[in-house]
């Protein structure tokens, strides 16, 4: 069975600094991972998605992850930080043979300090 | 269509009445999805469909849930004799296919409050 564990419920930092969001997984088959972005009151958007091909994925709006198996984790990372970046950030997970179903991390709350 | 559309964006209901929620994914799209958002919470898993078919129900919390889809299209899902404890947004989303590579696309949510 597959799972995600998002590390920190919340992070906040500070306007122009590095963001850092961590995300562990775990998974029986070789899995397909994605970060999305929900912003208030709107919905959920995709921000980038590993599915086996190189390990550092990038993404929108400057966001990259690494894929890391032997550590089973996939952060997300972003060099400055920028206000619009407030956010709600979900790490997801799909794996084989689940018919595309997504198995959902329980958020981390970016805030963005001017 | 152009995006994933649901209806109604907010339905608040009186407990025990029942509630249908309305799912137009995007044309072509063959699996379908739908999760559930409590506040504060993460998206939980209720039901995907491939095509009219619905190879993995396992989320629904109770029989007073059921979904279904017509015409390889729309979907809609049904809760009977609300509860409280049903309040969250519910949200759909579908993609091309249902592999795991494949990105869902989400709609804006169905916002249910029941009093």
Redesign the interface.
Request: hydrophobic share 35%.
């Given at each position: 069975a597959q799972s995600v564990t998002q590390l920190d419920s919340h992070v906040s930092v500070s306007e122009g600094t590095p963001v850092l969001l961590r995300c562990n997984y775990s998974s029986s088959?070789s899995?397909?991972l994605?970060w999305y972005v929900q912003h208030p009151n709107?919905?959920?958007q995709?921000l980038l998605?590993y599915?086996s091909a190189a390990t550092l994925v990038k993404g929108i709006n400057g966001f990259e992850a690494e894929f890391k198996k032997s550590e089973t984790s996939f952060h997300l990372t972003k060099p400055s930080a920028h206000m619009s970046d407030a956010a709600e950030y979900?790490c997801v997970v799909?794996?084989?043979n689940?018919?595309?179903?997504?198995?959902?991390?329980?958020?981390t709350e970016l805030s963005v300090k001017p | 269509g152009a995006g994933v559309s649901q209806s109604p964006s907010n339905k608040v209901t009186e407990k025990g009445k029942d509630v249908e929620l309305r799912c137009d994914p995007i044309s072509g799209h063959t699996?379908l999805?739908w999760?559930r958002q409590s506040l504060g919470?993460?998206?939980?898993?209720l039901i995907?469909f491939?095509g009219n078919s619905a190879?993995?129900k396992s989320g629904l919390p109770s029989d007073r849930f059921s979904a279904e889809r017509t015409g390889g299209s729309v979907s809609t899902l049904t809760i009977q004799r609300t509860q409280q404890e049903d309040s969250a947004v519910y949200?759909c989303?579908s993609?091309l296919?249902?592999?795991?590579?494949?990105?869902?696309t989400?709609?804006?949510?169905s916002r249910l409050t029941v009093l």
């Open positions: 088959y899995p397909s994605f709107k919905g959920l995709l998605k599915t979900f799909s794996g084989e689940q018919g595309g179903k997504l198995i959902f991390g329980q958020g | 699996a999805y999760y919470q993460g998206l939980e898993f995907y491939q190879p993995d949200l989303a993609s296919i249902g592999i795991g590579a494949n990105v869902l989400f709609g804006a949510g």
